[in-house]
Each structure stands twice: as structure tokens, then as C-alpha cells.
């Protein structure tokens, strides 16, 4: 079963992202910022992360160590508005994340577990 792991997306977004995940038969965890994330982490398994860039509170390299230490080998997506600078995303993709547009959906979400 695939299980998907949303990270500080705002009530609205993960209301509907979780919705259209569970259409496509995929589970959703939902958690409001990272620590809630991480602790969620250390009782379910999941099968991708989605995190809201607005919601870390670390540094991009501390960020990505931190999710490879609580989820090893589990992908993280990482939603950005449309006005996040270009150097912003490329610290991102370098660190090993996928970056999404916000709002995600969730099949572009999907096609991270495919490659």
C-alpha cells in the first residue's frame, strides 16, 4: 500500500490532496510542521514525503539529513510557490529533493515513487 506523508500544507490543500489521493487508493498521514512530521515517521511507514517549504525550519542540507535519518531511501517532494527564486530550487533538487509546484497534485506526486 502506498502511503503518503504530507507535511505542513495549509488545512485547505491537504483536505484536497488527501481526498484525491485517497480516490487514487492512496493512504495519507497528515502532519502540521515537521516536528509532527518526524515523530509521525518514527510509527508509520510511508512511501513518499511532501513537505512545504515554508514549514522547514532548518537549513536545505540540515533538512534533507534530517528526513534521511528518521526515513532512509524514502522520497521527499518538496512544494514551492511559483515565486520561490530559481537558486532556492536548485539548493533543493542538489540536496535530493523532488521539487512540486503548490498546490501539488497528486499525480505529478506520484511519478516521484516511479522514478
Not at 502511503?3 to 485547505?12: E, P, S, T
Amino acid at each position: 500500500m502506498i502511503r503518503i506523508l504530507l507535511i505542513g500544507q495549509d488545512h485547505a490543500t491537504a483536505q484536497r490532496l488527501g481526498l484525491q489521493c485517497l480516490e487514487r487508493g492512496v493512504a495519507v498521514v497528515i502532519a502540521e510542521n515537521v516536528c509532527e512530521g518526524v515523530r509521525a515517521l518514527a510509527t508509520t511507514p510511508v512511501s513518499l514525503i511532501v513537505a512545504d517549504i515554508g514549514r522547514f525550519r532548518l537549513g536545505v542540507s540540515e533538512q534533507a539529513a534530517l528526513f534521511d535519518r528518521v526515513a532512509p531511501g524514502v522520497p521527499v517532494s518538496v512544494t514551492v510557490p511559483s515565486n520561490v527564486p530559481l537558486e532556492t530550487r536548485v539548493a533543493l533538487e542538489l540536496a535530493g529533493f523532488h521539487v512540486a509546484p503548490s498546490p501539488a497534485v497528486p499525480d505529478d506526486l506520484l511519478k516521484t515513487l516511479s522514478n
